[in-house]
């Protein structure tokens, strides 16, 4: 064991520091090593999921011609300095926040030694049945993907933003673990980080490969489970009893399938669930399962796309946000599965 000063707040803040320190350092490596490449910035890349948050001024930049360029106050940060500017903000606010709500809900209870604590994957006599791995891969898979297109808005190519976006998530999910090793309810958990890498690593591949990326989707299926419904708490984040990890494979993403008039908006989903684990009220009226769920799904993006966002000339905002939300989410009662108990 190594013993440290028993102060939750001091480890937290020493931990992001040293995360925004390297973070930040590799954001800048990365922009200078691509800056030579780029002799001018563009938006082009960039998600328009934020249109009216202030920042269009940067796709504006590329664009200037010879004259304006000539009024342009020799004081004005350049497009390269603007795009550092707000990649530090970025990533400072991002591990800030982190630091705020882990102190708040997972770092309150500190500990002066740190623990090392297995919890042995998927088994039965597991404290979650492995849900709560799935729900670290898919956690992780998701931010890398949203913070990829995060960094696409301030301004870099599609590249850099994926390489930051890894190397944020990755010292997002070292230092968090680390952090909780000084917990007497969690402990460092090596299986924790394996299930984080994993799911920053599956998004990289869909982000930086369309192709399976229109085949693919991880998405989470939740519905409150009897015990959560019996003790009224609704967090599906909590309630591993009410989620499903679901892997679809889009017909649409397959030429021949997509041709077809009805075949394309179907998707084959497998996936993993356990029920009876966490929450519960005692009384063991829900038996602990860890069921294997296998069925087909209906493709809601496809099917809106075609029917109600089909005569727009571009995507709206609404659209954008619709086929984000369901890239990550099965709604629930479009998906019919079968279950088998391991």
Do not use: C
């Amino acid at each position: 064991m190594i013993d440290y000063q028993k102060n939750v707040f001091v480890k937290t803040l020493l931990g992001l520091f040293l995360s925004i320190g390297v973070t930040i350092v590799n954001a800048d490596s990365i922009n200078n090593r691509y800056h030579h490449r780029e002799s001018r910035f563009s938006m082009s890349n960039s998600p328009r999921l934020f249109p009216n948050f202030g920042l269009n001024s940067l796709a504006a930049l590329p664009t200037q011609t010879a004259e304006s360029s000539v009024k342009e106050s020799p004081l004005s940060p350049s497009p390269a300095t603007m795009t550092s500017i707000q990649t530090k903000r970025l990533i400072s606010g991002l591990l800030l926040g982190t630091a705020i709500y882990g102190y708040s809900t997972w770092w309150n209870d500190s500990s002066s030694q740190f623990r090392i604590r297995h919890e042995n994957w998927f088994g039965a006599d597991t404290p979650n049945g492995g849900a709560d791995k799935l729900g670290h891969a898919y956690s992780f898979y998701v931010s890398t993907r949203m913070m990829t297109k995060s960094f696409q808005w301030v301004g870099h190519s599609q590249q850099q933003a994926i390489q930051l976006a890894g190397i944020t998530s990755a010292a997002l999910s070292v230092g968090v673990e680390v952090l909780d090793g000084f917990t007497e309810k969690y402990g460092f958990s090596p299986e924790d980080v394996v299930m984080n890498l994993t799911g920053i690593g599956t998004g990289i591949i869909l982000e930086k490969y369309p192709y399976w990326d229109n085949l693919f989707d991880l998405r989470l299926k939740y519905w409150p489970s009897d015990d959560a419904r019996r003790l009224n708490e609704y967090d599906p984040f909590t309630d591993y009893s009410g989620q499903t990890y679901l892997l679809i494979t889009k017909a649409s993403g397959i030429l021949p399938l997509r041709q077809n008039r009805w075949l394309r908006y179907l998707e084959l989903a497998v996936g993993y669930g356990t029920r009876g684990y966490q929450p519960t009220d005692g009384t063991d009226s829900q038996p602990k399962e860890r069921n294997f769920y296998y069925g087909l799904s209906v493709n809601l993006s496809q099917l809106f796309n075609e029917m109600l966002f089909k005569t727009n000339l571009k995507s709206s905002y609404t659209q954008l946000v619709t086929e984000q939300v369901l890239e990550y989410l099965q709604m629930p009662g479009t998906a019919l599965l079968f279950d088998n108990s391991l």
